[in-house]
């Protein structure tokens, strides 16, 4: 789940953000609404937590900017507890509103309940070749042999399979499945890589996960064999 954090408190925000990696959440941070909705428009995330009151721009202004072009699923934070407030976000659409203080516990469950509404249309069942990636339960398996992946590896393959045949930059593999300031010049991206395949590809004689040199990376059935990979 890649979640994008919109809260000017630091606290709250850096809270935030270290229980959801805890769970396995890729998280940006963003401490005004300016920044938010630039990182809310121009980046895909599963699930956005935005604040209300917020410098710059309020939440109010962010989500109505959001929703003019996509549909992510949104949460608001909010210490008003005012319905009219309520109503307000609501009618903006947002998709749920929470009250400062508020459990984190609360928090991760409606945000698992939006990113599974938010998949409703999609399918959550990938396949490629002889490779299943259920989304929703997280698991991954070949030939009916389940693949023990961490939880970044399985971040890694779910979006590999939800481009299947889209060949994916290191860059844009850092960004999607690391924080978004990652040094793409680090080899984090091939050893992530090659942990993959090697539970991936290494234990079945169809390779996958292909490299294509001097562009990244792409996940596809290439039985018949292909040049440029290796």
Request: negative net charge; glycine residues 8%.
């Amino acid at each position: 789940m890649r979640v994008l954090i919109v809260e000017d408190e630091r606290k709250t925000a850096e809270y935030l953000e270290q229980g959801l990696r805890e769970q396995g959440c890729t998280v940006d941070l963003a401490f005004d609404g300016i920044d938010g909705q630039h990182l809310a428009l121009h980046y895909d995330f599963d699930v956005i937590v935005l604040d209300v009151m917020l410098p710059g721009l309020d939440g109010f202004a962010v989500l109505k900017s959001l929703r003019a072009v996509k549909n992510t699923p949104v949460i608001m934070l909010t210490a008003r507890d005012g319905v009219e407030d309520r109503v307000r976000g609501l009618q903006g659409g947002a998709d749920d509103y929470l009250v400062k203080p508020f459990s984190f516990l609360e928090l991760f469950a409606r945000l698992q309940v939006l990113t599974r509404r938010g998949r409703a249309q999609e399918t959550t069942l990938l396949r490629v070749g002889d490779l299943q990636v259920d989304l929703i339960a997280r698991k991954a398996q070949r030939q009916g042999q389940r693949l023990d992946l961490t939880a970044k590896e399985f971040a890694l393959l779910a979006l590999l399979a939800r481009r299947q045949g889209e060949i994916l930059s290191k860059t844009v593999i850092a960004e999607m499945v690391w924080d978004m300031n990652f040094d793409s010049n680090t080899n984090v991206v091939e050893v992530a890589i090659k942990r993959l395949r090697s539970k991936l590809d290494a234990p079945f004689p169809t390779e996958l996960l292909h490299t294509i040199r001097g562009m990244g990376y792409v996940l596809e059935d290439r039985s018949a064999g292909a040049p440029g990979t290796e």
